[in-house]
């Protein structure tokens, strides 16, 4: 059986400049995204008590998006994965994606970001697969406000990963996985790796010293 090599990156502030989420939750929803939040103060507190990104992830989905057209959506996607391309990516990881595509290495995207712009941003980076927060909509086409499986971060990270790995029949016995993050949420996904990289530095190189 062939060894198989795979590059897992992390998006936010990992591959590109910065956090994407609110922005995006902001262009598309506008100062709606702030009274949405403010009409629910108990869910919010109790969540920030609890410290869960998850739950406080999925009341700014509602607040967010909740009612919004897959068309309308699809186009502020757009348009943000048009900004982040043109001025918004890491010289640094991209030049490191690259370095992995030369090598014929698979290369993924993970990101708690949602996945209507890490995919057409994956797209322009060359990349195999994304795998990325999933929003709801309903049979209208519109978004319920809730996501379409959890989370992608932490431990659903590794999850995801792994499913993408069995769906292409890759045994992970068999295969060097190189993974890079820069937060606790990419925690897992590095742990899981055989190459952790922490980006929150610089990459002091295109080509990593082995």
Same mark, same amino acid.
């Given at each position: 059986?062939?060894?198989? +090599?795979?590059? #897992?990156?992390d998006?936010?502030?990992?591959?590109? =400049?910065? !956090?994407n %989420?609110?922005?995006?939750? @902001?262009?598309?929803a506008g100062?709606?995204?702030a009274?949405g939040l403010?009409?629910?103060p108990?869910?919010?507190?109790?969540?920030v008590?609890?410290?869960?990104?998850?739950?406080?992830r999925?009341?700014?989905?509602?607040?967010?998006?909740r009612?919004?057209?897959r068309e309308?959506?699809?186009r502020r996607? +757009?348009?943000? #994965?048009?900004?982040?391309?043109?001025?918004?990516l =890491?010289? !640094?990881? %991209?030049?490191r994606?690259? @370095?992995?595509?030369?090598?014929?290495?698979l290369?993924?995207i993970?990101?708690?970001?949602?996945?209507q712009?890490?995919?057409?941003?994956g797209?322009?980076?060359?990349?195999?697969?994304?795998?990325a927060?999933r929003?709801?909509f309903d049979?209208?086409?519109r978004?319920?406000g809730?996501l379409?499986g959890?989370?992608c971060? #932490?431990?659903?990270k590794?999850?995801?990963?792994?499913?993408w790995?069995?769906?292409?029949?890759?045994?992970?016995?068999?295969?060097t996985?190189?993974a890079?993050?820069?937060?606790?949420?990419?925690?897992?996904?590095?742990?899981?790796?055989?190459?952790?990289?922490w980006?929150?530095?610089?990459?002091?190189?295109?080509?990593?010293?082995l």
């Open positions: 059986m062939t060894s198989t +090599t795979i590059a #897992a990156f998006f936010d502030a990992t591959l590109t =400049r910065r !956090d %989420v609110v922005p995006f939750l @902001w262009r598309v100062k709606r995204l009274g403010m009409a629910r108990t869910r919010i507190a109790s969540a008590a609890r410290r869960d990104p998850n739950a406080l999925a009341l700014a989905s509602e607040a967010a998006l009612g919004v057209t309308y959506f699809d996607a +757009t348009e943000l #994965a048009e900004r982040i391309i043109d001025g918004g =890491r010289d !640094d990881t %991209v030049a994606l690259g @370095w992995h595509r030369r090598q014929g290495h290369i993924v993970v990101s708690a970001s949602y996945e712009y890490v995919r057409l941003v797209d322009h980076l060359g990349v195999d697969e994304v795998l927060t929003v709801e049979r209208s086409g978004c319920t809730g379409s959890a989370n971060r #932490a431990e659903e590794v999850r995801r990963l792994s499913e790995m069995r769906s292409l029949g890759i045994d992970r016995s068999d295969t996985i190189w890079y993050g820069d937060s606790k949420g990419d925690r897992a996904m590095l742990e899981f790796s055989d190459y952790p990289i980006v929150a530095d610089p990459l002091d190189s295109v080509a990593p010293s």
